[in-house]
């Protein structure tokens, strides 16, 4: 079955916090919020609601063959956006997700 939109969006967001948490792991606490507050601020440009910044079209491009072989191995399967019509636009709203991750996140766009 093909993923959804939120399955997708929730599989980024999940790997942009264990690149963070690897990342930060030795870190001091205040290092580890600076780093936070930098990729929430990414996120909020991605998502399109920095002043500098249009929101961006963030979608899976997957192997052609991602489909048929995940479908063959009883797995979802990303949408696929091998043309210009995009099916599976996650932008617009990463940065809430990273701030949900985290109960004191304060929402702060640097």
């Known amino acids: ?15 942009v916090n264990h690149l963070f948490k690897d990342a ?15 990729v ?4 909020v440009g991605i998502d399109g609601e920095s002043m500098a910044l249009p929101g961006f079209i963030l979608a899976p491009n997957p192997h052609k063959d991602d489909k048929e072989y995940n479908k063959k191995e009883g797995n979802d399967y990303y949408p696929q956006n091998h043309n210009a019509k995009v099916n599976c636009d996650i932008g617009g709203n990463l940065h809430d997700k990273w ?4 109960a004191n996140c304060e929402g702060d766009v640097q």
Request: hydrophobic content about 30%.
């Open 40 to 43: 929430f601020s990414m996120l």
């Open 99 to 102: 701030c949900n991750l985290d």
């Open 1 to 15: 079955m093909e993923k959804t939109t939120e399955q997708v969006s929730d599989e980024f967001i999940g790997y």
């Open 24 to 38: 930060t792991k030795d870190f001091s606490e205040e290092n580890k919020e600076k780093i936070h507050t930098m």
